[in-house]
């Protein structure tokens, strides 16, 4: 299968930094994308960043300047590196290939189990 596998989450006080990774298989056909998303507690799952083959980028504009997604298609492996973490940062974080730059989720599938970020004020 192609479910993404995430791991590095974790629980830090405002203003730190975690880096997440997800590893999905590098090639699949017609989804050379790979997105992160984030889920709050009552919240619907939002766009976080996602990034192309070639390394075009896209943010949501909460996480500008703070968060890089980044990804090394030798290890089929996505990285989301997250510095100045604020409260509001706290979510389960999910990977996933897709098929645009987009943070819509109807372009994106085959979701991982998600990793939970935690950030205390």
């Known amino acids: 299968g192609v479910q993404a596998q995430e791991q590095g989450g974790g629980s830090v006080q405002a203003g730190g930094s975690l880096r997440l990774s997800c590893v999905s298989p590098?090639?699949?056909?017609?989804?050379?994308?790979r997105a992160w998303f984030r889920q709050a507690p009552g919240k619907e799952r939002e766009g976080v960043a996602v990034?192309?083959?070639?390394?075009?980028?896209l943010y949501a504009d909460s996480v500008k300047g703070r968060f890089t997604i980044s990804r090394d298609n030798s290890k089929g492996t996505v990285y989301l590196q997250m510095n100045n973490l604020k409260p509001e940062d706290t979510a389960k974080y999910y990977c996933?290939?897709?098929?645009?730059?987009?943070?819509?989720?109807?372009?994106?599938?085959?979701w991982g189990q998600g990793t939970q970020v935690t950030v205390s004020a």
């Open positions: 990034i192309g083959y070639g390394g075009s980028t």
């Open positions: 590098t090639y699949i056909h017609g989804r050379s994308y």
């Open positions: 996933a290939p897709g098929s645009a730059l987009s943070l819509q989720e109807q372009w994106f599938n085959d």
